[in-house]
């Protein structure tokens, strides 16, 4: 079956109680057994739910993926994962990864003895093998990169890392599964942040990791129902609500934001723009050939910190708001915003300067987010 189709049918078969359509909202906490040890498949609903199956289910067959386990938050899936990480092995990370990660990373695991070594997207593309060794545990990547769009080759990352014994994560959150699909292109494990695209209504917080590699899967499941950062089934179920349109959603986000992008790009008041459907995107070439389409998310420089924050604050239409992809356009200042927690020093360094502006394009009428970028810009 195709994707839509998928989204729709893939672990939602109609209620065999009811006949209802819809995956029904198991809201319990325990399961009656039948006898001690005998039971229908769920005893007690942090090790298992069926509506958490459900979407389990659908999600991982959207990434292509035998194996999907859902948590409380991408951050939680993040801690997830790192627990498959030994203090004497290292991570090796996208330098602009998201300021949530850096912050797990640097401030929780770091003073715990782990060892990261971050490294900018051209390093990791041209040689990433100079970076990794036996040591290396994952090969953590992002792309496209939150807030800079910057894109990595997974199938190049995939096979360097493999060829000293490394996993490859992608966080796949700002292209999702209907754009791009990490695993078919040689990941190990596959990250959401289902708050975003996936769920798609700015209405509920978790995560999911997929994966085909069966012995990382058991560890999975082991991690989620002993640590039990799960997502509850009223979460669950707005996200299996929710990837139902993500096709038709993901279609209009990217018509919608390429249309933005070259409106900026051909503004006096803008200094440049990063989205890498733009042909004059360092990472257009790849991202062409690794994603189906370029998303919904577009950065852009003014031209200083002053004239940024008073350009955000001055729309009407796209909101000054954290998080992303949902069908609302969002604006924010990442270094004030969502990047705060990383050292200024070091996001100037990065790129994510203090006249940084990120949107998250919705899908309302793409005139009237030209109009409200108009009498914006042209107020600073």
């Known amino acids: 079956m195709d994707f839509e189709t998928r989204a729709i049918h893939d672990g939602q078969d109609p209620d065999p109680a009811t006949g209802s359509v819809t995956v029904p909202i198991y809201q319990t906490s325990t399961f009656v057994q039948e006898a001690v040890g005998v039971n229908k498949g769920y005893d007690y609903a942090r090790v298992a739910n069926p509506t958490r199956t459900a979407l389990q289910l659908c999600l991982a067959s959207l990434e292509n993926a035998e194996f999907g386990a859902a948590y409380a938050s991408g951050i939680a899936a993040t801690t997830t994962l790192m627990h498959l990480v030994h203090p004497s092995e290292k991570v090796v990370c996208v330098n602009d990864v ?81 754009l791009q699909r990490p695993l ?60 139902k349109t993500l096709a038709i959603r993901m279609q209009k986000h990217s018509e919608n934001a390429r249309r933005v992008a070259e409106y900026l790009a051909q503004h006096e008041a803008v200094e440049s723009v990063l989205y890498p459907g733009l042909p004059g995107h360092p990472g257009h070439e790849i991202a062409s050939r690794q994603m189906d389409d370029f998303g919904g998310m577009v950065s852009f420089l003014a031209s200083s910190e002053e004239e ?22 969002l604006i924010s200042h990442p270094a004030i915003m969502t990047h705060a927690s990383v050292p200024k020093e070091r996001r100037d360094m990065l790129g994510i300067t203090d006249g940084l502006i990120r949107i998250s394009v919705g899908i309302e009428d793409v005139e009237d987010l030209q109009a409200d970028l108009q009498q914006a810009l042209d107020g600073i």
Not at 128 to 138: P, S, V
Not at 191 to 217: I, R
Not at 228 to 242: Q, S, Y
Not at 311 to 327: H, N, P
Request: proline share 4%; with cysteine; aromatic share 10%.
């Open 308 to 329: 940024a924050v008073e350009l955000v604050a001055r729309t009407k239409i796209f909101l000054l708001a954290e998080s992303l992809g949902g069908v609302e356009t």
């Open 184 to 243: 078919d292109l040689g990941a190990d494990v596959v990250l959401h942040s289902l708050t975003k695209y996936l769920g798609g209504h700015s209405d509920m917080v978790g995560g999911f990791v997929a994966t085909n590699d069966p012995t990382v899967a058991e560890r999975l499941y082991f991690l989620q129902k002993s640590l039990g950062a799960i997502l509850g089934p009223m979460d669950c179920w707005l996200v299996l609500r929710g990837v």
């Open 98 to 178: 998201y300021g949530g990660v850096y912050r797990l990373f640097t401030q929780v695991y770091e003073p715990k003895g782990y060892s990261f070594e971050f490294l900018d997207v051209d390093t990791i593309n041209s040689s990433l093998a100079d970076h990794i060794d036996e040591q290396t545990r994952i090969v953590w990547l992002e792309t496209p990169t939150n807030p800079l769009l910057n894109i990595v080759d997974i199938a190049a990352a995939a096979k360097a890392a493999h060829e000293v014994g490394a996993m490859v994560v992608v966080d796949n959150t700002f292209a999702t599964p209907y």
